[in-house]
């Protein structure tokens, strides 16, 4: 459902002097572009300081008894997470390097480590290094009559555990903020036989909140091409302030180590 790892920090220049043009290959236009987006959502200054991303979110699917909702934290710049789901119970834990589960029975735990938070903060984390912005385009979404600027997003060879994803970004052309993204996965395991990728789905963001000061999702539907619910989501409990404790990220007994990626 989203890229795998892509732990790069954002750089010391980024950090430090919070310009966009360092961080992303761009043409001019789609720089702009990106550049208004990120300010409609509170700017890559205050995010990029903060000192963890948290939040809490609760997944649905269509047919499903329940939801699955976890509570994640990730220290911004190295990005390492934690992840608990307190109905399951389970644990998800990346340190950079290294992922482990513990009490997990789903797919990849490396691959659902910074599933929701790159999903979240695709305003801010356009601009890491390693990201390629194309030429936008105009675009229109079903029977939605609006001309979005869409902006087709890669990246490098290498950046990442799956480089060969992409997004399609779709920004309103008027606020500027994010309405949604088409997007594919290629995450080894995850792509159906003789595939090079998932089929493409499109993520709507529906509400959003402003916590200290950024512009964040608390409500989203993954669609399918044919406009069927693959997925909905519900976040909630944000907050920027939150230290990053890193005892949390200590390998418990009993917890595996992920090696869906062993070469």
Not at 68 to 82: F, K, L, T
Not at 191 to 214: C, R
């Amino acid at each position: 459902m989203t890229t795998g790892i892509r732990a790069l920090a954002l750089g010391a220049a980024l950090t430090a002097a919070f310009t966009v043009a360092a961080a992303a290959q761009a043409s001019d236009e789609a720089r702009r572009i990106a550049e208004k987006m990120t300010e409609a959502h509170g700017g890559l200054e205050r995010w990029a300081k903060a000192p963890s991303v948290a939040f809490s979110d609760s997944w649905t699917q269509p047919g499903a008894s329940e939801a699955m909702v976890s509570n994640v934290i990730v220290e911004q710049g190295p990005r390492r997470a934690h992840l608990a789901y307190p109905n399951l119970p389970a644990r998800i834990a990346w340190d950079g390097e290294r992922c482990w589960s513990l009490e997990w029975q789903g797919g990849p735990p490396r691959f659902f480590a910074l599933l929701n938070y790159y999903f979240l903060n695709l305003p801010w984390v356009v601009h890491d290094p390693g990201v390629i912005l194309h030429e936008p385009e105009r675009k229109q979404l079903w029977d939605d009559p609006t001309s979005y600027i869409a902006i087709r997003m890669t990246f490098a060879p290498g950046v990442g555990d799956t480089p060969d994803d992409y997004y399609v970004l779709y920004i309103h052309p008027d606020t500027h903020r994010l309405h949604g993204c088409a997007y594919v996965v290629t995450y080894p395991g995850l792509v159906p036989q003789g595939e090079a990728h998932t089929p493409e789905h499109v993520l709507l963001f529906e509400e959003w909140t402003t916590v200290s000061g950024l512009v964040v999702p608390t409500r989203f539907t993954i669609y399918q091409l044919d406009e069927t619910i693959y997925a909905q989501c519900r976040i909630f409990n944000w907050s920027f302030t939150r230290p990053f404790d890193a005892t949390l990220l200590e390998m418990p007994a009993g917890a595996r180590s992920d090696d869906s990626l062993a070469r």
